[in-house]
């Protein structure tokens, strides 16, 4: 990224900007994939199986892409993690 003043003078070329954010609330989407109420270990276990597949791939399944975008990632996994542990509401 470049960073330029009134008179086009370059003032930055390469930086890098660190950002510490907090997911608070409930998610949109449930990280109970077995239903029983809880998200627990054996949810963890079913993410575990899908981690890393991707929209075209036969074993994708869509309930644990839970940013959706098409790979079930690290994104998905910091919000089953910030869920887990905790009983389902609604």
Same mark, same amino acid.
């Given at each position: 990224m470049k960073v330029w003043d009134k008179a086009q003078n370059i003032l930055r070329a &390469? @930086?890098?900007? /660190? /950002?510490?954010f907090e997911v608070e609330g409930t998610p949109l *989407?449930? *990280?109970? @994939? &077995?239903?029983?109420g809880q998200v627990d270990i054996a949810d963890f276990l079913l993410f575990v199986e899908v981690f890393g597949t991707q929209s075209e791939q036969e074993? @994708?399944?869509?309930? @644990?892409?839970l940013d959706g975008n098409g790979i079930i990632g690290i994104p998905d996994f910091l919000i089953f993690v910030n869920a887990y542990g905790k009983p389902v509401t609604g």
């Amino acid at each position: 990224m470049k960073v330029w003043d009134k008179a086009q003078n370059i003032l930055r070329a &390469d @930086f890098t900007e /660190i /950002i510490r954010f907090e997911v608070e609330g409930t998610p949109l *989407v449930s *990280v109970d @994939f &077995d239903g029983d109420g809880q998200v627990d270990i054996a949810d963890f276990l079913l993410f575990v199986e899908v981690f890393g597949t991707q929209s075209e791939q036969e074993n @994708f399944d869509p309930k @644990f892409d839970l940013d959706g975008n098409g790979i079930i990632g690290i994104p998905d996994f910091l919000i089953f993690v910030n869920a887990y542990g905790k009983p389902v509401t609604g």
